[in-house]
């Protein structure tokens, strides 16, 4: 199993902190959706699980990672696209999702959804999948403007929404229901926005290790691992 990987007996997995449920650290140490499937996929392949934090503003970088050998695999909350699968080999989603719409409720209470947004600032992260989808209403004239924030700016962002600076946030459900949860001016108002799917991605050249990961994730389902952790850090 070490030929899988760049590193003998180690799996490298890389992952855009923070980016709760799926990977943050809490106390000093990581834990999330994501790490703790692959940590437990690492021990099915009888590998040494290893953080690879990428840190950069676009996330869509963080695909160069296994071009260069910094990673052998990327779970991160990370939607299969099109472009992307030119980068990456996807393994079977894991989860389904979509973007959802975050607003302040106090500031703007008349906003409800993507339809309430014209003339308003809708801000997104730099190569979130959200981005695209703000670019198409903003070329629709169904937004004001878009605001692109760093990808590890995600707290600024909020910051901005919470003092009504921008009016609203999207972004993939699962994460905004946890990052609104301190923020009581903060709300979900709509979600499904888009549909998506969720999966861990491996080199191009390393379809071993993806077949691998998906025996894997296959034997932690039919235990009954993976349906736990998704109730544990995702929900219904």
């Known amino acids: 199993m070490s030929?899988?990987?760049?590193?003998p007996g180690i799996l490298r997995v890389g992952c855009a902190l923070p980016d709760p449920p799926f990977e943050f650290v809490s106390n000093g140490k990581e834990c999330g959706f994501d790490v703790e499937l692959m940590q437990a996929v690492a021990t099915e392949l009888k590998l040494e699980w290893q953080l690879a934090p990428y840190q950069g503003a676009n996330f869509n970088d963080i695909f160069d990672g296994l071009a260069d050998g910094r990673m052998d695999c990327i779970a991160s909350g990370t939607t299969v696209t099109p472009d992307r699968e030119r980068k990456a080999l996807f393994c079977e989603p894991y989860i389904h999702s979509g973007q959802s719409l975050v607003c302040n409720v106090k500031a703007t209470p008349q906003v409800r959804s993507i339809d309430d947004l014209r003339g308003l600032v809708l801000a997104v992260q730099d190569g979130n999948t959200s981005q695209p989808v703000a670019q198409r209403l903003k070329a629709d004239g169904r937004v004001g403007d878009v605001r692109v924030y760093?990808?590890?700016?995600?707290?600024t962002m909020l910051d901005d929404l919470d003092a009504g600076r921008i009016a609203a946030v999207m972004k993939l459900a699962p994460v905004m229901r946890w990052f609104v949860?301190?923020?009581p001016h903060l709300r979900v108002v709509q979600e499904g926005i888009t549909h998506e799917d969720l999966a861990?991605?491996?080199g191009l050249a390393n379809e071993p290790l993806?077949?691998?990961?998906d025996a894997a994730q296959a034997r932690l389902r039919d235990n009954g691992t993976l349906p736990r952790l998704i109730e544990k850090w995702i929900g219904a």
């Open 150 to 155: 760093a990808y590890h700016d995600i707290a």
């Open 200 to 202: 861990v991605a491996t």
């Open 181 to 183: 949860r301190d923020r």
């Open 210 to 213: 993806r077949q691998a990961i």
């Open 3 to 7: 030929a899988l990987t760049l590193s």
